[in-house]
């Protein structure tokens, strides 16, 4: 009977120990942008959920922080962004909100392949010389439209979260190699859609999707604006209407929201049709597989297009 009870104390003390010992809270994790805050939803599935900083169309260069998103910061274990070079509005400002976080630049992860920025000048085009010709040194840093940039992504946020949360390093690199598996699945489904189009030509106001673009196989004709977002000159403007009455019906393709100056003048001078392409994702639902869901969204918005089915 003694026994019995000396068992009974240390079962209820078992419990009471479960019961007052709080488990390891899951990092804070800040994503910028709406492509890295899908990747870690998904590599933090059944640990935690990660806040993301810019919401409905926010600028990620030139973006404003309000007082929730500076104290999402401050709070922060870890911020993941694509570069300085990107989100320039962190710059100065990370180092002070986010001191005692982990900063990982994404477009340095291992495995992530940059590309020069290129200069789809209309005016090479117009003289016969090849066009997408490299803007200086400066990368392009639209690092995530590429399926296997974002893939190289995913395990890095894996590798990070595991360090800062060694009890869920197995699972954080599970669920990475999971969506991992997920975007092979996209791609592959993506070349069959895109593979009768590479010959098409089209006309982009922004030059944002190089990286999904090379993957593709798919070759813009010229952008409007020139490299770094500077507003277009009368030549430039002058060559693009031409270079589009030389492909009556053409695809220009615009942000959500935006060029649609351009695309209206393009449409009177040459027919040309509209397309929409949300590299950041901000017209989709946010959650679980929000970033092959966006690989398919710019998929389907260059065929739609390209097809003339709009």
Known sequence: ????????????????????????????????????????????????????????????????????????????????????????????????????????????????????????????????????????????????????????????????????????????????????????EVTVSLEALLAPLNDRPYIVTHDATQYFERRFRLVPLAAVEPPGGARPGMRRISAIVKLARRHPGICVFTGPGEGGRWARLLEREAQARRGVLDPLGFSLPRGEMFYPRLLQSLGRAFAKCLKGEN
């Open 1 to 184: 009977m003694h026994g019995f009870r000396k068992l009974l104390f240390f079962a209820a003390l078992a419990v009471v120990v479960t019961i007052t010992t709080p488990l390891q809270a899951a990092p804070r994790v800040v994503a910028t942008l709406p492509p890295l805050h899908g990747l870690l939803a998904d590599v933090m599935k059944g640990v935690g959920t990660p806040v993301l900083l810019l919401k409905d169309g926010g600028d990620p260069h030139h973006h404003a922080l309000k007082p929730s998103e500076a104290r999402a910061l401050t709070r922060a274990d870890a911020v993941f962004l694509v570069s300085y070079g990107l989100e320039r509005f962190l710059k100065k400002r990370l180092a002070v909100l986010a001191e005692r976080a982990r900063i990982v630049e994404l477009a340095r992860a291992p495995g992530v392949k940059l590309l020069p920025r290129r200069d789809l000048d209309p005016l090479r085009v117009e003289r016969d010389a090849p066009a997408g010709h490299v803007a200086g040194d400066i990368p392009d840093l639209h690092v995530w439209t590429g399926p296997d940039n974002g893939t190289a992504m995913a395990m890095e946020m894996a590798r990070v979260l595991g360090e800062l949360d060694p009890a869920n390093a197995e699972r954080y690199l599970r669920n990475a190699k999971a969506l991992g598996a997920r975007i092979r």
